[in-house]
């Protein structure tokens, strides 16, 4: 996501290659935004209602959750809180292929590696294979619910069962995509138990958000003592603190948004069906379609019609695969007439 990120410009099209929210912040956030003065750009941030309003939405107490500069910087800091432990030598992380690019990318800059098994052939996790590929130097588990790139739920069951198997490794529970299947291990109890549990929530997918920057980890305030000492006091800007609050309480929007979502899954995986291409059963706002070996000629002919849709197809366990955004349903009609016309047009 980082490294190959380039902003098409407006006249570049319908981008459905980062699983953002093409529909935009909610309205009233954008009122809230609008209403902000010079001094809030003048002075350093506050964060306590912020805190209050994301800690009270998932019903734990303050203490428990770390606002950040996006998900992208916990996982940063989720990932250097567990390497601070060098003994036996270079620190693991222990991930499944494919996944999210950010675990390996953090495990390198912070002078670790990432040991990765794959997912199975219908892209289930196979947790027997997590648990076997553990090392004396594991410290981390990444895990993804729901899945990115593929969009599937995981069952929570070996999730929970886990979580104790590996420690005093943390898991990562990445719940980027969470707001769409409705499944999280976010729970007082659970995280009070589990002291080795740290799980991520991003606003920028069901809330719009990606373009202020603002996730938040949640675990045991002890869990999380050393991850406050990675993230930078005033790392979450002032106009991501400020709108916070009305963000989580505006359920109506992320509400609309989930549905929409919900509804262009199954749109898409219809005409998928139909045009003979494979899909998965996603619980998130994209889902990944196996164009086969014309992948990345599908890719580029979308671009050529102003659909940007992300090309998975040269990545390790992914060959053929296109990932698409799956948002807002008159996006999606779009997305799907052009595939349709996309392969129409193939040269046979
Ligand atoms: C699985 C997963 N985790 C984390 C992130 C990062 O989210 P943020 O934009 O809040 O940094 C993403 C973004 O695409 C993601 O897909």
């Known amino acids: 996501m980082s490294g190959g990120y380039r902003k098409p410009d ?20 954008f009122d809230e935004l609008r209403a902000l003065t010079r001094f809030d750009a003048a002075f350093y941030p506050d964060y306590e209602a912020a805190q209050a309003a994301v800690a009270g939405f998932f019903g734990v107490d303050p203490a428990f959750v770390l606002l950040t500069n996006g998900l992208d910087e916990g996982i940063l800091a989720v990932t250097a809180a567990a390497f601070r432990d060098r003994s036996g ?22 002078g670790g590696r990432l040991v990765t098994v794959p997912l199975g052939s219908g892209f289930e996790y196979r947790f027997d294979d997590l648990r ?16 990115n790139p593929t969009g599937m739920r995981l069952p929570l069951d070996p999730v929970r069962a886990l979580i104790p198997a590996v420690a005093p490794a943390l898991v990562f529970l990445d719940e980027a995509y969470a707001d769409f299947s409705g499944d999280s291990l976010i729970d007082a109890a659970l995280l009070d138990r589990h002291r ?32 406050r000492l990675v993230v930078p006091p005033y790392s979450v800007n002032a106009w ?11 359920r109506e929007y992320r509400d609309w948004y989930i549905a929409q979502a919900a509804q262009s899954r199954a749109r898409l995986a219809a005409a998928c069906e139909r045009l003979g291409l494979r899909t998965w059963p996603s619980a998130a706002n994209f889902m990944l379609v196996d164009a086969g070996p014309g992948a990345s000629a599908l890719a580029a002919r979308l671009a050529g019609r102003g659909i940007h849709v992300r090309d998975k197809s040269s990545e390790p366990g992914c060959e053929g695969c ?8 008159e996006h999606t009609d779009r997305l799907i007439a052009a595939i349709e016309e996309a392969l129409c047009a193939r040269p046979r």
Not at 10 to 28: D, I, K, V
Not at 132 to 147: D, K
Not at 196 to 206: D, I, P, Q, S
Not at 240 to 247: D, E, H, I, K, Q
């Open 132 to 147: 076997g590929a553990r090392t004396p130097q594991t410290r981390i588990v990444f895990l993804t619910n729901p899945h």
């Open 240 to 250: 991501a603190a400020a709108v916070l609050p009305t963000a989580v309480a505006d």
């Open 10 to 29: 407006a006249s570049e099209g319908l981008r459905l290659h980062l699983n953002e929210n093409t529909a935009g912040c909610s309205p009233a956030v």
């Open 196 to 227: 080795n549990l740290v799980v991520g929530r991003t606003f920028a997918k069901a809330y719009g958000l990606a373009g202020l920057r603002v996730g938040a980890l949640l675990a045991h305030p002890d869990t999380l003592a050393p991850m």
């Open 322 to 329: 296109l990932r698409m955004t799956t948002g807002i349903v």
């Open 89 to 110: 030598g270079v620190p693991e992380g222990l991930g499944v292929l494919p996944a999210f690019d950010m675990y390996e990318v953090c495990s390198h800059a912070l």
